[in-house]
């Protein structure tokens, strides 16, 4: 047994620059830590295929009902809003045009992107912060089972390749809504709405899109799983890491759509 | 009062702990531990709250890594251990949570499922479903296979952990506050559980409590952690049978008689 040892204070800690500079950088490197695992665990066995599966279904499937929703409206407003300006000109021909190369290039990812980051984004952060302050992902350790490859690899898969997906679905569901509005207005036949379509656009448009849907949903899988794996303080912590997921997710998805804008555009001058 | 199990081996220490500290900060909570668990022992280490009890088998788990000292696990320095081979020695550790850290999208059947269907990957599904009903039945609760933890009470949550603690067969059990949150008669319900977990499985375990009924029920032998150190160790009356305050004002507290 131990003899009682005098209590020694220990000298405080020092700092590179200051406390809040210093946990700033040590943020960044924990964050780089956290992505560049994903691209290690990835590939290595064993394979999480059931919880992968099933975090398909609870990205894809179950974001359809609003997504369905959400582009039908767009679908149908952004023509709406459209048409006087073009009347003005005499040219409401080519509504279908500027409406595909709008919802292709930029209002179909980022409306799936925001829409996933609200609802996946901040039910993810809050699942695994609710597991880490629940201890649940320390029983998945002391039981020998990576928690990172079960819930981070998984849930950051499902969003990456499920987002381009419903991207693709948003997009066919807003023309679908641009189309109803055109022919009842000005009773444009399908055949010549979609002639006009794919007229509009190419196949880089369509590349760049899905390039940014990836994007975005790696960010909103991977935005979501760090905030929730490093949530603390009970409760109050789950829902801050629920809330950020959304916030951080969002505010990196209009920089990355900004960024990949001007390198698209920059390769349609080419 | 536990009698003391008669299967102990005092030749074989399953966990080996000399000189352990861990500081949180400026704060140090352990400042020099030794411990020493033997096989087929029940030791319970005793002390406050926020004394360093769940550290100490955090620790020893590989959950939390230490500042200093050794901790020798079934013969393996736990701090010189590989991701790989700490996971192998992990195998053979149970660990019951306060809070039994149930995971709560999976119904009692897949928490027991999970580590099975990732460690035991040649069973079949027959052998699985007798694993599970062996380890439901040593915890009393065969009724609960398809219910969601949501579903159950704190003391079947507790059992349903042990249960999935169990079902890899370990040798070494780590019990973290097993009666904290509980009413007395579910408290000594689950201290009858790990006696007979300790009989039937054959394990050694250390059960961290500040609940002196858990501590006289299960012990074989108990440890006092005060300011960070083991302060008196024993069986239950020697380690009460002193003039300390600390101790005694412990043991007051808790309106044990």
New interface residues.
Partial sequence: ??T??P????P??RYLISRKVDRVFQNLYDVYKFVIRFFKEVFLP?YEFKEIIKQFYEVGLRSLPLISLTGFIIGIVFTNQSRPSLTEFGATSWLPALISIAIVRALGPLVTAIIAAGRVGSSIGA?IG??KV???I??M?????NPYKFLVVSRVLATTLMIPILMMYTVFVALMGAYINIHQNEQTSFTTFMVDVFDAITFLDIFASLFKSILFGFTIGMVGCYKGYNSSKGTEGVGKAANSSVVTAMVLIFIEELLTMQVINALRAL | MKKTNPNINKENKVISIRGLKKAFEDYKVLRGVDLDLYQGENLVVLGRSGTGKSVLIKIIAGLLKSDKGQINVLGQDVNKLKSKELDELRLKIGFSFQNSALYDSMTVRENLEFPLLRHSRDLSQQEIDNLIETVLDAVGLAQTINQMPSELSGGQRKRIGIARTLILRPEIMLYDEPTAGLDPITSIEINNLINEVQRRFNTSSIIITHDLTCARDTGDRIVMLLDGQFQRQGTFEEVFNTDDKRVKAFYDYNFIE
């Fill in positions: 047994m131990d009682e040892e209590v020694v204070k220990q405080k800690r064993p699942e609710s597991m629940t201890e649940q320390d029983a350790e002391v039981s020998a089972t």
